[in-house]
């Protein structure tokens, strides 16, 4: 994706560079797929990661006051108005978003400081402390799947951590130098989470004591369990405050990120109302009404959590399974169907060999994880309606919905990515790359209906 960031940036990404190499018989439908996977992923990462801050936000209480049980219209009342602050901070704040993100940053490096230095100190002080052959040899396996099983699905956790990657390719319209900052933001995003997770999680794995305890914390939050056996309530309610602002952050990010993609399909012409959503506010240079889009949709799919906890929990492999097939679909139509001259590199490449190595193996990967990991029930086989995954039933609604809206409607007019710029309106633009002239121009347009 890096390398498909660097050689192709542009906001609408996925669903363009699917366009771009899928055979001629199938670019149309597959590029329809791609954008509404990705629009849908993207808005399910925005559900899950606010339905995550209102159980953090609840759990303060919880912690003050054990009797206090959040119920699920409380969760969806911190939920939904947390959607609507998004929708309005990421409607007007554009301009200072590098500014939030550095707040965000400094923010989320503090807790990280604090619950790595922090933690096992108090662990120690609560003789808790776990061996290092304990973090690092034993195991509990709390399903009813063998244990090689149960390891796979552990990697859920992990791949929804990293499930929104592609935002840089997203704003890349509104980058300076994208051919280089796009690729740049996807690997190091990874790169960091990869290293200070594992510190987070040795840490974490080394304070706790009882794992069941933990995972079934009257508070609804096993983190805040672990704060408060290890630093006491004080710390708990503080570091859950300082969690829950980083949570709101991680939220206005993806909404902004979503609302480009949802801006570049709608101006394709390809989702409902694309007319009217497409529309940017000439004053704040903002696709506002995108970003109204994915709010009020994000506020839909979180009627979920009025279900019961299976529906809920479906919220968050939701994101990874669709943004899954986002990601896989123009790797896989670049590296199975490959042509010679369809791909030109940008600044960052691999090299022949080792993109094709690279490309045919996260092909198989996330054909793994989108319609086998994704889709299983973690409990166990035989799961009954109360924790069933239903992540397949959501996931093939909207892609089984999406190919049937193709085939009977949208096959008749929708033509693919668009392009909006003529040449002369990109003279004096410096281009993103000396090989540009081998793509078309709206791969460095910028903001524009």
């Not at 597959?30 to 995550?52: H, K, M, P, R």
């Not at 108090?122 to 244990?147: C, E, I, R």
């Not at 840089?168 to 300076?176: F, Q, Y």
């Not at 590296?335 to 490449?349: S, T």
Request: aromatic letters at 12%; hydrophobic letters at 50%; proline letters at 5%.
């Amino acid at each position: 994706m890096a390398e498909m960031g660097s050689a192709l940036p542009t906001s609408g990404g996925l669903y363009w560079w699917t366009y771009k190499f899928a055979p001629e018989v199938a670019k149309r439908p597959l590029c329809f797929l791609a954008g509404y996977a990705n629009t849908l992923g993207l808005v399910g990462g925005l559900v899950s990661i606010d339905y995550g801050f209102a159980s953090m936000v609840l759990s303060v209480p919880a912690i003050a006051d054990p009797s206090f049980a959040p119920n699920k219209y409380q969760t969806y009342g911190v939920f939904a108005a947390c959607i609507l602050s998004h929708i309005v901070i990421g409607s007007i704040a554009t301009r200072v978003m590098s500014r939030l993100q550095t707040f965000c940053i400094v923010i989320n490096m503090l807790v990280i400081v604090i619950t790595v230095i922090a933690v096992p100190i108090g662990a120690k002080n609560h003789d808790a402390l776990q061996s290092g052959h304990h973090v690092f040899t034993d195991t509990t396996n709390l399903t009813d799947w063998p244990y090689a099983w149960t390891w796979f699905l552990s990697w859920m956790s992990a791949i929804w951590t990293i499930g929104a990657f592609d935002s840089c390719v997203h704003l890349s319209e509104e980058a300076t130098n994208a051919a280089t900052a796009v690729p740049f933001g996807i690997i190091l995003s990874i790169s960091m989470c990869g290293v200070l997770g594992f510190a987070i999680l040795a840490v974490l794995f080394a304070s706790i004591k009882d794992v069941q305890a933990v995972l079934a914390t009257t508070t609804g939050q096993p983190m805040a369990q672990i704060y408060l056996d290890t630093l006491g309530k004080k710390w708990t309610i503080a570091m859950m405050v300082l969690l829950f602002i980083v949570q709101w952050f991680m939220g206005l990010s993806i909404i902004v990120a979503a609302s480009r993609q949802t801006w570049a399909f709608s101006r394709d012409g390809a989702l409902p109302l694309s007319k009217y959503i497409r529309e940017l506010n000439h004053k704040l240079q903002v696709p506002v009404r995108a970003v109204i889009f994915d709010g009020i949709l994000g506020l839909i799919l979180g009627l979920l959590v009025l279900i019961d906890g299976a529906a809920a929990q479906a919220l968050f492999s939701l994101g990874p399974a669709s943004n899954g097939l986002a990601w896989g679909l123009p790797i896989f139509c670049r590296h199975v169907w490959f042509e010679k001259d369809a791909f030109v590199p940008g600044p960052f490449y691999l090299g022949h060999f080792w993109s094709r190595v690279n490309g045919l193996f996260a092909s198989v990967y996330l054909i793994f994880v989108v319609f086998v990991l994704s889709m299983f029930p973690a409990g166990g086989p035989d799961p009954t309606a109360s924790v069933m995954n239903y992540t397949c039933v959501i996931n093939g609604f909207v892609w089984g919905g999406c190919l049937v809206y193709y085939f009977v409607s949208a096959r008749n007019w929708f033509e693919g990515p668009k392009q909006t710029l003529k040449a002369e309106e990109i003279e004096g633009v410096d281009l993103i790359a000396t090989h540009s002239t081998a793509h078309p121009v709206h791969s460095v347009r910028p903001l524009k209906t």
